[in-house]
């Protein structure tokens, strides 16, 4: 157990030492928010009664989940590879599943960290409605969603060599499921091909999950959703752990 903590203690110091990472966690969803807030924020939102920023803020915690999966885990565990830590760790008693899980608790704290620091700028700008259901029931689909997710992120890691491949990769994945998710324009007003696309999109069940529970919905009339995130769960753990290289050749 001490061993496990001081892998994880480790990680923690390498990941604070990348920009990237902070960009990515808690630099872009800020900025995310404030232009489009600044641009839709009061608009009517997809529940009567509430406005576009309400929905808007539980996506962008969502999509804070999948940057840390496609970008940060990705493209971290090729530089730790490449960089030969992951080789070092290969001749001690850490095994695979130690280092997935030590990446893995990186990224869970960041992700809450960028949903937190998210609520917090969306309160002051917008004052917007936070309930103790809709924070606890949201922190439960960023948890169980990251499982998913995370293991995307290590699965993509295993098919590329080099941060640079992993980066182009990265933003092939992540930009259609950030604009086809309904997480920077509602699924209802896309045209109808588009809105099919997205129906095989396991982003928009993450997003429709987190706007509901977050607005007020209970997260027992979401078993669909939490259906695809649990498939999801197995099959990139699966490839997560099959795909894993301790170096690149």
Same mark, same amino acid.
């Given at each position: 157990?001490?061993?496990?903590?001081?892998?994880?203690?480790?990680?923690?110091?390498l990941y604070?030492?990348?920009?990237?990472?902070?960009?990515?966690? $808690?630099?872009?969803? =800020?900025?995310?928010? %404030?232009? !489009?807030? @600044? /641009?839709?924020?009061?608009?009517? *939102? #997809?529940?009567?009664?509430?406005?576009?920023?309400?929905?808007?803020?539980?996506?962008?915690?969502?999509?804070?989940?999948?940057?840390?999966?496609?970008?940060?885990?990705?493209?971290?565990?090729?530089?730790?590879?490449?960089?030969?830590?992951?080789?070092?760790?290969?001749?001690?008693?850490?095994?695979?599943?130690?280092?997935?899980?030590?990446?893995?608790?990186?990224?869970?704290?960041?992700?809450?960290?960028?949903?937190?620091?998210?609520?917090?700028?969306?309160?002051?700008?917008?004052?917007?409605?936070?309930?103790?259901?809709?924070?606890?029931?949201? $922190?439960?689909?960023? =948890?169980?969603?990251? %499982?998913? !997710?995370? @293991? /995307?992120?290590?699965?993509?890691? *295993? #098919?590329?060599?080099?941060?640079?491949?992993?980066?182009?990769?990265?933003?092939?994945?992540?930009?259609?499921?950030?604009?086809?998710?309904?997480?920077?324009?509602?699924?209802?007003?896309?045209?109808?091909?588009?809105?099919?696309?997205?129906?095989?999109?396991?982003?928009?069940?993450?997003?429709?999950?987190?706007?509901?529970?977050?607005?007020?919905?209970?997260?027992?009339?979401?078993?669909l959703n939490?259906?695809?995130?649990?498939?999801?769960?197995?099959?990139?753990?699966?490839?997560?752990?099959?795909?894993?290289?301790?170096?690149?050749?």
């Amino acid at each position: 157990m001490n061993a496990y903590l001081r892998l994880i203690a480790f990680d923690l110091r390498l990941y604070f030492r990348d920009w990237m990472t902070i960009f990515w966690i $808690l630099v872009y969803p =800020v900025l995310m928010l %404030i232009l !489009f807030g @600044s /641009l839709f924020g009061s608009q009517e *939102g #997809l529940q009567e009664g509430k406005r576009y920023i309400d929905d808007y803020v539980p996506a962008l915690c969502v999509m804070n989940v999948m940057s840390v999966s496609v970008f940060t885990l990705n493209i971290n565990m090729i530089q730790y590879r490449e960089s030969g830590i992951l080789r070092r760790f290969r001749v001690t008693p850490v095994k695979r599943m130690a280092v997935l899980l030590s990446h893995a608790v990186q990224g869970l704290l960041f992700a809450v960290t960028g949903g937190i620091e998210v609520v917090i700028i969306a309160k002051l700008m917008w004052n917007i409605d936070v309930t103790a259901s809709g924070v606890w029931q949201l $922190l439960l689909a960023i =948890v169980f969603g990251s %499982i998913g !997710f995370f @293991s /995307l992120g290590f699965a993509l890691s *295993g #098919l590329t060599r080099t941060p640079g491949a992993a980066s182009g990769l990265a933003m092939a994945i992540f930009f259609p499921m950030l604009f086809l998710s309904g997480i920077s324009y509602p699924i209802d007003y896309m045209p109808s091909v588009l809105k099919a696309i997205s129906d095989f999109i396991p982003m928009t069940y993450y997003v429709e999950l987190a706007q509901g529970v977050w607005t007020g919905s209970s997260m027992f009339d979401y078993g669909l959703n939490w259906g695809v995130l649990a498939g999801m769960a197995a099959a990139f753990g699966a490839l997560a752990v099959l795909l894993f290289k301790w170096e690149n050749h």
